[in-house]
């Protein structure tokens, strides 16, 4: 493990502790969760990062576009 | 080695890399992981975008347009007047199909590419004979 030294505003600071204390984690650790979403997978071309970053719950998802974007029949 | 040969993506192939809860989303993460010359339309660029700020919001809107820039293989075809013109007789050819203009866009585009295979999901795109990669 490396040390380092993060600034942040009072704001982000009190949502950021208020986030982590929701998730039962230190700050340390949210702050290594989010750094791990915007990273690049080891070894993995740097768009990987967004391979899954939504969950939409719908395994047909990805069939459902033109109901999301156009809408429905009426 | 082999020279890979240019493929089509459409919003569905985006989609269910994007999306972890798709079925076909194991597929497609393999498949962007190593990917070809891709290609694709304008306007599925403006329906990702639409899908994800009519499901979610304006952030993750600009991440998948974000995502699209870090792609460094795909090109985004531009849709104006002429293209407009190609897609109305491709319509009329096959006015009995529930087809978006996005799609059509993307039937020109393979037609005018010879593209061997297009990622997608959805039928309307082999339409023209083109195998899709599911």
Same mark, same amino acid.
């Given at each position: 493990m490396i040390r380092t030294q993060v600034s942040l505003d009072k704001h982000e600071y009190a949502l950021a502790k208020k986030e982590a204390k929701a998730l039962g984690i230190s700050i340390a650790e949210l702050v290594r969760r989010a750094l791990r979403q915007v990273l690049p997978p080891q070894?993995?071309?740097?768009?990987?990062?967004?391979?899954?970053?939504?969950?939409?719950?719908?395994?047909d998802s990805s069939r459902l576009i033109d109901d999301v974007v156009y809408g429905t029949k009426d | 080695m082999a020279r890979k040969i240019e493929c089509y993506a459409d919003t569905s192939a985006f989609i269910a890399f994007l999306?972890?809860?798709? +079925?076909h989303h194991p597929f497609f993460r393999r498949l962007f992981s190593d990917p070809p010359p891709l290609f694709t339309s304008s306007l599925v660029v403006a329906e990702g975008h639409g899908r994800f700020l009519r499901r979610y919001d304006p952030r993750r809107a600009l991440q998948f347009l974000q995502f699209l820039d870090e792609l460094p293989v795909l090109v985004v075809w531009p849709f104006g007047a002429e293209e407009l013109m190609k897609c109305k007789r491709l319509l009329k050819k096959y006015a009995d199909q529930s087809i978006t203009l996005a799609d059509a866009h993307g039937l020109v585009l393979m037609g005018e590419h010879r593209t061997?295979?297009?990622? +997608?999901?959805?039928?309307? *795109? +082999? *339409?023209?004979g083109v195998p899709l990669v599911v």
């Amino acid at each position: 493990m490396i040390r380092t030294q993060v600034s942040l505003d009072k704001h982000e600071y009190a949502l950021a502790k208020k986030e982590a204390k929701a998730l039962g984690i230190s700050i340390a650790e949210l702050v290594r969760r989010a750094l791990r979403q915007v990273l690049p997978p080891q070894g993995q071309p740097p768009w990987m990062r967004y391979a899954g970053f939504v969950e939409s719950g719908n395994p047909d998802s990805s069939r459902l576009i033109d109901d999301v974007v156009y809408g429905t029949k009426d | 080695m082999a020279r890979k040969i240019e493929c089509y993506a459409d919003t569905s192939a985006f989609i269910a890399f994007l999306d972890r809860s798709d +079925s076909h989303h194991p597929f497609f993460r393999r498949l962007f992981s190593d990917p070809p010359p891709l290609f694709t339309s304008s306007l599925v660029v403006a329906e990702g975008h639409g899908r994800f700020l009519r499901r979610y919001d304006p952030r993750r809107a600009l991440q998948f347009l974000q995502f699209l820039d870090e792609l460094p293989v795909l090109v985004v075809w531009p849709f104006g007047a002429e293209e407009l013109m190609k897609c109305k007789r491709l319509l009329k050819k096959y006015a009995d199909q529930s087809i978006t203009l996005a799609d059509a866009h993307g039937l020109v585009l393979m037609g005018e590419h010879r593209t061997g295979t297009c990622w +997608s999901i959805d039928r309307h *795109l +082999s *339409l023209t004979g083109v195998p899709l990669v599911v």
